[in-house]
């Protein structure tokens, strides 16, 4: 450290509370300083934020020179209307197959998968089978029963 930074550090360590209350004062009188620091705020967010997939989508490497773009359970529940709960459970029951879980352990499903899934959650809502009461285990059997029936 410096000799102008260690100077600097044990004033600021005397001064510390009477510097920030004129900073405080400072930025709730004068809006232009406000506007500014909040502007550098941001600048500063984006220039350290890691470059990033589209929220809720990540890529997932299948090959040597290939990846694929995959759904995040939590996009997939929004995409759907329904908890990610209830789709870990449906993973439980074997009703969709299960999504590949990367190194982080998290659940990413493939387009195809996704559209298997929306699939099954149309069928359960046309034909009102309801997958939120008491004797969930018991009414997820009779609906895999029905399912292999039908398909």
């Excluded at 290939?66 to 870990?88: E, P, Q």
Aim: with cysteine; net charge positive; aromatic share 10%.
């Amino acid at each position: 450290m410096r000799a102008q930074e260690k100077k600097f550090d044990r004033w600021y360590q005397t001064n510390r509370d009477e510097h920030n209350r004129k900073r405080r004062e400072q930025y709730a009188k004068d809006p232009a300083r406000r506007e500014k620091a909040r502007r550098q705020a941001r600048e500063y967010r984006e220039r350290t934020r890691e470059p990033r997939e589209k929220a809720g989508f990540v890529r997932v490497q299948v090959g040597p020179d290939r990846s694929v773009l995959c759904w995040r359970i939590g996009k997939v529940a929004d995409y759907l209307g329904r908890y990610t709960k209830t789709l870990r459970v449906w993973e439980s029951a074997g009703l969709i197959p299960a999504p590949t879980v990367r190194f982080d352990h998290r659940r990413v499903y493939t387009e195809e998968q996704v559209s298997l899934i929306a699939a099954l959650s149309r069928f359960l809502k046309k034909n009102r089978y309801v997958t939120h009461k008491s004797n969930y285990q018991k009414k997820l059997d009779r609906i895999v029963q029905k399912i292999q029936e039908e398909w």
